[in-house]
């Protein structure tokens, strides 16, 4: 069973910093993983999606890295800003058609950005 | 192009009752997953539908359903309710299974 772990749970950081957020998944055999950000009471937002095959993805300030066969995933964040401030998920999805498109998450990391 | 909708968005019920959770897709987008998000559980998966059938189910009880309509809509009920049923539920719709998933608002779900 795909269990994903995200470290750390919460990080308070002052504006202009940049900063990693951890996520790591016991099975290797993904099909792809992806970053959320999820604000108070709101849906998720899709920030970056990388497939098994790929090392990394970029859109703006930030980068995502997969080391497929250690089980681990970073999301980098540049010159971080207030508006950064949400939890943070990571979700892996399985290989294979029985995976479908169910998504195994993180418990998230809660940044705040501090002005 | 218009993102994932979900009606409604907040919901209150007592203890018994059923509910119906509507979700609509991205226009295109085929398949459509739910899940349940709660302090305690964090996002957990319901069950996922492609092309109207249910291609994948989570660890849930048979009070759990859903249907997809031939537009790709789709409903999640759940029957006599429990006060652990509340909570923040989700829908994501993808063009196919394994392609980037895009979440609607939720349906905060408060049972009483």
């Known amino acids: 069973k795909q269990e994903v772990t995200q470290i750390p749970a919460a990080l308070s950081v002052p504006e202009g910093e940049n900063l990693v957020l951890n996520c790591s998944f016991t099975?290797?055999?993904?099909?792809?993983l992806q970053w959320f950000r999820q604000d108070p009471g709101k849906g998720l937002t899709s920030l970056l999606l990388?497939?098994?095959?790929?090392r990394e993805q970029t859109s703006g300030r930030l980068n995502a890295s997969l080391d497929k066969s250690s089980g681990r995933s970073t999301l980098y964040i540049a010159a971080s800003q207030p508006g950064d401030s949400a939890t943070y998920l990571c979700?892996?999805?399985?290989?294979?058609?029985?995976?479908?498109?169910?998504?195994?998450f993180g418990e998230g990391t809660q940044l705040t950005v501090n002005p | 192009k218009a993102g994932v909708t979900q009606t409604p968005r907040y919901l209150i019920k007592t203890r018994g009752q059923q509910v119906t959770l509507s979700c609509s897709p991205i226009?295109?987008?085929?398949?459509v997953s739910w899940y349940q998000q709660t302090p305690g559980q964090g996002l957990q998966f319901l069950f996922e539908?492609?092309?109207?059938?249910?291609?994948n189910k989570g660890n849930f009880p048979g009070r759990f359903s859903g249907r997809q309509f031939s537009n790709s809509r789709s409903e999640m009920n759940v029957s006599t309710l429990e006060l652990g049923d509340s909570a923040l539920y989700l829908c994501?719709?993808?063009?196919?299974?394994?392609?980037?998933?895009?979440f609607g608002p939720g349906t905060r779900l408060t049972v009483t």
């Open positions: 099975d290797s055999a993904i099909y792809n």
């Open positions: 990388i497939q098994s095959s790929q």
């Open positions: 539908y492609f092309s109207e059938t249910q291609r």
């Open positions: 994501a719709s993808s063009l196919v299974g394994f392609s980037e998933q895009y």
């Open positions: 226009s295109g987008h085929r398949s």
């Open positions: 979700a892996v999805r399985g290989e294979g058609e029985t995976s479908g498109s169910r998504l195994t």
